[in-house]
């Protein structure tokens, strides 16, 4: 019944050509996407679903990607807990302990009804073939932040507190995993064809810790959600073996190393990724020579999705875009 390329892809049907998004696909590379925003703040964007859904229709107008990406930040749900965040650029709030986490209780999914409404205008505005994608923050991302109180260079007081005191730290990562897993089951709900949980930080952590405290949140966050599941950890590729036992259906991966390899790694799963973000700083000739040997990594393979190995750079042309889509479909 689902024609959605990318549901197919990561569900390892067979497709006719790897289908496509670009994470950070919405966002200040595109000319309207900061135009939109010298009239708006960032969190008033997000949390109203006419500009959201504006915002994530943007890229999908221009370049007609295989996915939309709503728009909004793996910090949405813990403002909705009731933690007061101000983003500049990126997220800033007053550092939390361990304890304060743990005190942080449920997510009222009312709180973040914003977000559902954004899927119901984005689902009506796209084509029936592109499939509509929700995120969540991975917990032990989410608890960095929280705990960091924003992003710092190492997150060492982060990982100082995960080290001091493991046992509150599953605790909190409990508590984060079943707001994430709640808050991505709305998002199912309003009409999500897919669900991607980001975890930006978890590569700053030794194996150890991933598989003790990371990995059960992660696969937490994602139990019982009945649609296809794919998590993104850049910066960890000691942990590819590893991640297998989140149970998610496709596993992103970062430029570092080379996606057949990933992929060996990892098993039998859908992969996505791979492509560096500098590549769209290049020109479109080297765009397309990237993108012939990402495809000759991954021709035989079912289950591959295109996708950058982090967010896209926000100096990047919009053209190097367009070369890069184009890539792809000939
Ligand atoms: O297009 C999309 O991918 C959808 C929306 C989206 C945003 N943030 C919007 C945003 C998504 C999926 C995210 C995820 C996110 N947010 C991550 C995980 C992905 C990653 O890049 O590792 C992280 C770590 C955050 C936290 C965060 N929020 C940071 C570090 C920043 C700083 C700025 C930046 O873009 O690097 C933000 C703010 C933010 N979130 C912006 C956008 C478009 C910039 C807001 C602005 O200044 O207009």
New binding site residues.
């Given amino acids: 019944m689902n024609r959605r390329p990318l549901v197919e892809a990561l569900q390892r049907r067979p497709v006719s050509r790897p289908p496509l998004w670009i ?6 590379y595109l000319p309207e ?1 900061r135009q939109l ?1 010298e009239r708006h703040s ?1 969190q008033e964007a997000v949390s109203t679903p006419k500009l959201a859904a504006e915002i994530t229709l943007q890229p999908i107008r221009r370049f007609g990607m295989d996915g939309a ?7 949405t749900p813990i403002e909705a807990m009731g933690v007061d965040i101000t ?1 500049d ?3 800033r709030l007053r550092p939390h302990t361990l304890k304060d986490v743990i005190a942080l209780g449920e997510l009222d999914s009312d709180q973040v009804g914003f977000v559902a409404e954004t899927i119901h205008l984005v689902r009506d505005a796209i084509p029936e073939e592109t499939a509509v994608i929700g ?1 969540a ?1 991975a917990p032990i ?1 989410v608890l960095a ?1 929280l705990v960091e109180g924003g ?1 710092t260079k190492d997150f060492l007081a982060f990982r100082s507190a995960v080290r001091m005191d493991p046992s509150a730290a599953a605790e909190a990562l409990e508590i984060l995993a079943r707001a994430t897993n709640r808050y991505l089951a709305m998002q199912i709900a309003a009409g999500a064809d897919i669900v991607q949980l ?1 975890d ?1 930080w978890m590569g700053l952590l030794d194996r150890s810790t991933v598989e003790r405290l990371a990995i059960p949140a992660a696969r937490k966050s994602l139990a019982g959600l009945r649609v296809p599941r794919i998590y993104f950890a ?1 910066g960890a590729s000691h942990t590819l073996d590893l991640q297998p036992k989140i149970g998610a259906d496709g596993y992103g991966v970062d430029w570092r190393i080379p996606i057949d390899e990933a992929w060996d790694r990892l098993g039998d799963v859908a992969v996505q990724g791979n492509l560096d973000p500098a590549v769209l700083l290049t020109d479109p000739d080297t765009i397309r020579r990237e993108v012939e040997h990402l495809l000759a990594r991954t021709a035989g393979r079912s289950g591959h999705v295109v996708n950058l190995g ?2 896209i750079d ?1 100096n990047t042309p919009p053209e190097h875009l367009t070369a890069l889509v184009e890539a792809v479909r000939s």
Avoid at 69 to 75: E, G, L, P, R, Y
């Fill in positions: 994470m950070r696909q919405a966002g200040r996407y925003r960032f990406v709503i728009f909004a930040d793996i910090m983003f650029p990126g997220p995120f923050g991302t932040y992003g980001f930006t850049p982090h967010g926000r």
